[in-house]
């Protein structure tokens, strides 16, 4: 019993920017090096891959690729953990791209599943900014902090299940 992946992601966690306009097209603009969205994005990604913390996490991105959230019945408890640990090796080597998309209106992310994108996924460059913009000890930074990580699962959610299931044309 594995992830079972049919599409092989070779994405590495590059951040691109983009428009609302252009966001059906590849990106090929990165974000600044400098920019702070870059550690909160490496942070998040290394606390998915090594911390306890997210045990849960990682149960439902595996739930996901299993079509189910009941994988674990009538498992072992070494298959259990090698399934978890292969979940952490795929965000650790080849997480998804993100795409920091200027202008997005009434969502916080999005992931497409069309050939040419099915290995990014989309975050509002707005909240982004809003974000790198607020007092670091504030209530502010703190609630964007929470709502940028909790965007970036659910959306690699949906690029975990494009991992599992067949790419429409």
């Known amino acids: 019993m594995s992830l079972e992946l049919i599409l092989k992601p070779v994405s590495k966690g590059k951040v ?7 966001k059906d097209t ?13 550690a909160l994005w490496k942070d998040h990604l290394a606390e998915l891959a090594d911390s306890a913390l997210y045990n849960l996490v990682i149960d439902a991105f595996v ?9 674990k019945t009538g498992v072992d408890t070494h298959t259990i953990a090698t399934i978890e640990h292969e ?22 992310g999005y992931h497409q599943r069309r050939h ?10 707005d909240v982004i900014t809003l974000w790198a913009k607020s ?6 930074y703190a609630s964007l902090t929470a ?5 970036l699962d659910h959306e690699i959610g949906h690029w975990l299940f494009t991992l599992v299931s067949i790419l429409p044309n």
């Open 135 to 140: 007092p670091a000890n504030s209530g502010e």
């Open 87 to 108: 979940m952490r090796v795929l965000l650790r080597t080849n997480p998804p791209d993100v795409i920091a998309v200027s202008g997005m209106i009434g969502a916080y």
């Open 16 to 22: 691109f920017l983009s428009s609302e306009s252009s």
């Open 63 to 71: 739930a996901i690729c299993r079509g189910t959230p009941y994988w």
């Open 26 to 38: 590849v990106p090929e603009t990165l974000l600044p090096a400098d920019h702070p969205f870059h």
């Open 116 to 125: 040419h994108l099915w290995s990014f996924i989309g975050i509002s460059f």
């Open 147 to 151: 709502l940028l990580k909790t965007c």
